[in-house]
Protein backbone atom coordinates (compact mmCIF):
# COMPACT_ATOMS: atom_id res chain seq x y z
CA UNK A 1 0.00 0.00 0.00
CA UNK A 2 1.08 3.65 -0.78
CA UNK A 3 1.91 6.07 2.15
CA UNK A 4 3.56 9.78 2.31
CA UNK A 5 5.83 11.01 5.08
CA UNK A 6 6.34 14.73 6.00
CA UNK A 7 8.67 15.06 8.41
CA UNK A 8 7.98 18.65 9.20
CA UNK A 9 4.57 19.30 11.22
CA UNK A 10 5.21 23.12 11.48
CA UNK A 11 7.48 25.16 9.68
CA UNK A 12 8.17 29.10 10.01
CA UNK A 13 9.31 31.45 7.71
CA UNK A 14 10.24 35.16 7.14
CA UNK A 15 8.23 36.77 4.57
CA UNK A 16 10.16 36.75 1.42
CA UNK A 17 12.53 34.11 2.37
CA UNK A 18 12.98 30.84 0.64
CA UNK A 19 10.39 27.97 1.13
CA UNK A 20 10.95 23.97 0.95
CA UNK A 21 8.47 21.51 2.47
CA UNK A 22 9.43 17.99 2.25
CA UNK A 23 7.83 15.03 1.18
CA UNK A 24 8.89 11.40 0.70
CA UNK A 25 6.13 8.69 -0.44
CA UNK A 26 5.83 4.72 -0.32
CA UNK A 27 4.84 2.72 -3.63
CA UNK A 28 6.19 0.04 -5.84
CA UNK A 29 5.17 1.41 -9.07
CA UNK A 30 5.75 5.48 -10.43
CA UNK A 31 3.22 7.12 -8.72
CA UNK A 32 1.07 10.27 -9.21
CA UNK A 33 1.78 13.25 -6.85
CA UNK A 34 0.52 15.98 -5.66
CA UNK A 35 0.04 18.81 -3.38
CA UNK A 36 -2.44 20.53 -1.90
CA UNK A 37 -3.26 23.71 0.34
CA UNK A 38 -5.89 23.99 3.12
CA UNK A 39 -6.74 27.64 4.79
CA UNK A 40 -8.31 27.26 8.18
CA UNK A 41 -12.07 26.48 7.41
CA UNK A 42 -11.62 25.76 3.55
CA UNK A 43 -11.36 22.74 1.63
CA UNK A 44 -8.12 21.69 -0.32
CA UNK A 45 -6.72 23.83 -3.69
CA UNK A 46 -4.51 21.82 -5.94
CA UNK A 47 -0.88 23.37 -6.35
CA UNK A 48 0.62 21.03 -8.57
CA UNK A 49 0.38 17.38 -9.98
CA UNK A 50 3.23 14.92 -11.29
CA UNK A 51 1.84 12.44 -13.13
CA UNK A 52 4.82 11.77 -15.88
CA UNK A 53 7.34 13.75 -17.92
CA UNK A 54 9.73 16.60 -16.84
CA UNK A 55 10.81 15.56 -13.39
CA UNK A 56 10.11 19.56 -11.81
CA UNK A 57 6.73 20.67 -12.28
CA UNK A 58 5.04 24.59 -12.13
CA UNK A 59 2.03 25.24 -10.16
CA UNK A 60 0.31 28.44 -9.19
CA UNK A 61 1.23 30.94 -6.84
CA UNK A 62 4.51 30.70 -7.42
CA UNK A 63 5.33 26.89 -6.30
CA UNK A 64 7.07 24.25 -7.95
CA UNK A 65 8.26 20.52 -6.59
CA UNK A 66 10.80 18.20 -8.67
CA UNK A 67 10.16 14.48 -8.32
CA UNK A 68 13.19 12.84 -7.34
CA UNK A 69 13.03 8.76 -7.80
CA UNK A 70 15.88 8.01 -6.50
CA UNK A 71 14.98 9.70 -3.05
CA UNK A 72 11.22 9.05 -3.43
CA UNK A 73 10.98 12.58 -2.27
CA UNK A 74 8.50 15.19 -4.10
CA UNK A 75 9.45 18.56 -2.50
CA UNK A 76 7.52 21.33 -2.71
CA UNK A 77 9.64 25.24 -3.27
CA UNK A 78 9.17 28.37 -3.17
CA UNK A 79 11.87 30.98 -3.88
CA UNK A 80 9.84 33.81 -2.16
CA UNK A 81 7.11 33.60 0.68
CA UNK A 82 4.57 35.55 1.15
CA UNK A 83 2.20 36.36 4.49
CA UNK A 84 -0.78 35.16 2.46
CA UNK A 85 1.09 31.75 2.08
CA UNK A 86 0.49 30.63 5.78
CA UNK A 87 -1.86 27.15 5.67
CA UNK A 88 -1.56 23.51 6.22
CA UNK A 89 0.33 21.78 3.22
CA UNK A 90 -0.29 18.51 2.16
CA UNK A 91 1.67 15.99 -0.31
CA UNK A 92 -0.82 13.30 -1.68
CA UNK A 93 0.12 10.39 -3.82
CA UNK A 94 -2.14 7.92 -5.80
CA UNK A 95 -1.57 4.85 -7.38
CA UNK A 96 -3.33 5.87 -10.90
CA UNK A 97 -4.83 9.09 -11.64
CA UNK A 98 -6.20 11.68 -9.47
CA UNK A 99 -8.27 10.15 -7.62
CA UNK A 100 -7.89 7.60 -4.01
CA UNK A 101 -5.46 9.93 -2.46
CA UNK A 102 -3.14 8.68 -0.14
CA UNK A 103 -2.14 12.14 1.94
CA UNK A 104 0.50 12.74 4.76
CA UNK A 105 -0.04 14.29 7.80
CA UNK A 106 0.45 17.84 6.66
CA UNK A 107 3.06 20.60 7.42
CA UNK A 108 1.64 24.08 8.46
CA UNK A 109 3.58 26.88 7.73
CA UNK A 110 3.76 30.10 10.00
CA UNK A 111 5.11 33.53 7.90
CA UNK A 112 6.93 36.14 9.94
CA UNK A 113 6.52 39.41 8.61
CA UNK B 1 -18.73 28.53 -12.27
CA UNK B 2 -19.25 26.87 -9.62
CA UNK B 3 -16.85 24.75 -7.70
CA UNK B 4 -17.77 21.78 -5.59
CA UNK B 5 -20.61 22.31 -2.91
CA UNK B 6 -21.71 20.24 -0.20
CA UNK B 7 -24.18 20.81 2.63
CA UNK B 8 -24.55 21.30 5.39
CA UNK B 9 -21.74 23.54 6.11
CA UNK B 10 -22.02 22.22 9.74
CA UNK B 11 -23.83 19.16 11.78
CA UNK B 12 -24.33 18.26 15.62
CA UNK B 13 -24.97 14.85 16.03
CA UNK B 14 -25.16 12.36 19.13
CA UNK B 15 -24.45 8.65 19.48
CA UNK B 16 -26.24 6.22 18.11
CA UNK B 17 -27.40 8.81 15.12
CA UNK B 18 -27.60 8.60 11.43
CA UNK B 19 -25.91 11.53 9.71
CA UNK B 20 -26.74 12.18 5.53
CA UNK B 21 -24.10 14.42 3.93
CA UNK B 22 -24.67 15.86 0.52
CA UNK B 23 -22.49 16.73 -2.27
CA UNK B 24 -22.84 18.47 -5.87
CA UNK B 25 -19.92 18.37 -8.43
CA UNK B 26 -18.50 20.61 -10.45
CA UNK B 27 -20.85 21.16 -13.74
CA UNK B 28 -19.40 18.18 -16.13
CA UNK B 29 -17.22 16.34 -13.46
CA UNK B 30 -18.19 12.40 -13.39
CA UNK B 31 -16.47 11.53 -10.52
CA UNK B 32 -16.49 11.96 -7.22
CA UNK B 33 -14.98 10.90 -4.05
CA UNK B 34 -15.36 11.67 -0.17
CA UNK B 35 -12.79 11.75 2.22
CA UNK B 36 -12.45 11.72 6.58
CA UNK B 37 -10.02 14.76 7.73
CA UNK B 38 -10.03 14.68 11.72
CA UNK B 39 -8.56 17.14 13.23
CA UNK B 40 -4.77 17.50 13.07
CA UNK B 41 -4.19 14.74 10.20
CA UNK B 42 -4.40 14.50 6.53
CA UNK B 43 -7.56 13.48 4.39
CA UNK B 44 -8.11 9.58 4.47
CA UNK B 45 -10.17 8.10 1.84
CA UNK B 46 -13.41 6.47 1.99
CA UNK B 47 -15.50 6.49 -1.00
CA UNK B 48 -15.01 7.26 -5.04
CA UNK B 49 -17.98 7.01 -7.27
CA UNK B 50 -17.77 7.14 -10.95
CA UNK B 51 -20.68 6.96 -13.32
CA UNK B 52 -22.62 5.77 -10.51
CA UNK B 53 -20.48 2.85 -9.74
CA UNK B 54 -18.60 2.43 -6.78
CA UNK B 55 -14.76 2.19 -7.64
CA UNK B 56 -12.97 2.53 -4.83
CA UNK B 57 -13.45 1.88 -0.73
CA UNK B 58 -11.32 2.78 2.13
CA UNK B 59 -10.45 1.09 5.06
CA UNK B 60 -13.69 2.15 6.60
CA UNK B 61 -16.61 -0.12 8.64
CA UNK B 62 -19.69 -0.81 7.17
CA UNK B 63 -21.83 2.08 9.09
CA UNK B 64 -20.49 4.51 6.47
CA UNK B 65 -21.99 4.17 2.55
CA UNK B 66 -22.51 6.65 -0.26
CA UNK B 67 -24.56 6.69 -3.29
CA UNK B 68 -24.33 8.62 -6.68
CA UNK B 69 -27.13 10.13 -8.61
CA UNK B 70 -27.91 10.55 -12.08
CA UNK B 71 -27.20 14.05 -12.52
CA UNK B 72 -23.52 12.95 -10.66
CA UNK B 73 -24.40 14.61 -7.13
CA UNK B 74 -23.78 12.49 -4.12
CA UNK B 75 -24.73 11.36 -1.15
CA UNK B 76 -22.19 10.07 2.29
CA UNK B 77 -24.41 8.07 5.12
CA UNK B 78 -23.25 7.43 8.69
CA UNK B 79 -24.93 5.03 10.66
CA UNK B 80 -24.69 4.56 14.45
CA UNK B 81 -22.43 7.39 15.02
CA UNK B 82 -19.48 7.49 17.28
CA UNK B 83 -17.34 10.38 18.86
CA UNK B 84 -14.71 8.95 16.86
CA UNK B 85 -16.72 10.23 13.31
CA UNK B 86 -16.09 14.06 14.48
CA UNK B 87 -14.13 15.03 11.44
CA UNK B 88 -14.35 17.29 8.72
CA UNK B 89 -16.03 15.33 5.54
CA UNK B 90 -14.82 16.30 2.36
CA UNK B 91 -16.38 15.89 -1.33
CA UNK B 92 -14.12 16.06 -4.29
CA UNK B 93 -15.26 16.05 -7.90
CA UNK B 94 -12.79 15.07 -11.23
CA UNK B 95 -13.88 15.36 -15.06
CA UNK B 96 -12.97 11.40 -14.95
CA UNK B 97 -10.59 8.95 -12.71
CA UNK B 98 -7.85 10.39 -14.14
CA UNK B 99 -7.80 13.68 -13.39
CA UNK B 100 -7.28 15.60 -10.45
CA UNK B 101 -9.65 16.06 -7.79
CA UNK B 102 -11.26 19.61 -7.03
CA UNK B 103 -12.19 19.80 -2.94
CA UNK B 104 -15.47 21.18 -1.65
CA UNK B 105 -15.03 23.43 1.97
CA UNK B 106 -16.40 20.30 3.57
CA UNK B 107 -19.11 19.25 6.38
CA UNK B 108 -17.97 19.71 9.85
CA UNK B 109 -19.58 17.35 11.77
CA UNK B 110 -19.58 16.92 15.73
CA UNK B 111 -20.80 14.33 17.54
CA UNK B 112 -21.90 14.94 21.45
Known amino acids: AQSVTQPDIHITVSEGASLELRCNYS??????LFWYVQSPGQGLQLLLK??????LVQGIKGFEAEFKRSQSSFNLRKPSVHWSDAAEYFC???????????FGTGTQLKVEL | DAGVTQSPTHLIKTRGQQVTLRCSPI?????VSWYQQVLGQGPQFIFQ???????GRGNFPDRFSARQFPNYSSELNVNALLLGDSALYLC???????????FGDGTRLSIL
Open chain 2, 92 to 102: ASSIDSNQPQH
Open chain 1, 27 to 32: YGATPY
Open chain 1, 50 to 55: YFSGDT
Open chain 1, 92 to 102: AVSAGGGNKLT
Open chain 2, 27 to 31: SGHKS
Open chain 2, 49 to 55: YYEKEER
